[in-house]
Nanobody, 122 residues
Framework: QVELVESGGGLVQAGGSLRLACSYT??????????AGWHRQAPGQQRELVAR???????GDVDSSKGRFTISTDNAKNTVYLQMNSLKPEDTGVYYC??????????????WGQGTQVTVSS
């Protein structure tokens, strides 16, 4: 059983910064975080990937967030972060954390958090 809880969203002015956190709880004592990602869903639009982390330490982001957003993990705290700088109004949306976690009981599965709202005012 895996549970994800996001936090850190809010209202910020354009040019400001926010740091989102995704805390994941795994009932199994032995698990592997394969992939972690942050996705954004703007009003009336499809959910899109904004940043991704893989277990070999590689990170990636999409053009819209390149140079502004940074994904990182703290394995000791079972938390994935998204540092967002130089925010723009078009960054507004609900941000969802997604993880792919392996346990002996379930194999590799995808899990999603409930989302956290980010609103950037102009």
């Amino acid at each position: 059983q895996v549970e994800l809880v996001e936090s850190g969203g809010g209202l910020v002015q354009a040019g400001g910064s926010l740091r989102l956190a995704c805390s994941y709880t795994v009932t199994s004592s032995w698990f592997v975080l394969n992939i972690a990602g942050w996705h954004r869903q703007a009003p009336g639009q499809q959910r899109e990937l904004v940043a991704r982390y893989t277990k070999d330490g590689r990170t990636g982001d999409v053009d819209s967030s390149k140079g502004r957003f940074t994904i990182s993990t703290d394995n000791a705290k079972n938390t994935v972060y998204l540092q967002m700088n130089s925010l723009k109004p078009e960054d507004t949306g609900v941000y969802y954390c997604n993880t792919n976690i392996w346990t002996a009981a379930t194999g590799s599965r995808d899990y999603w958090g409930q989302g956290t709202q980010v609103t950037v005012s102009s």
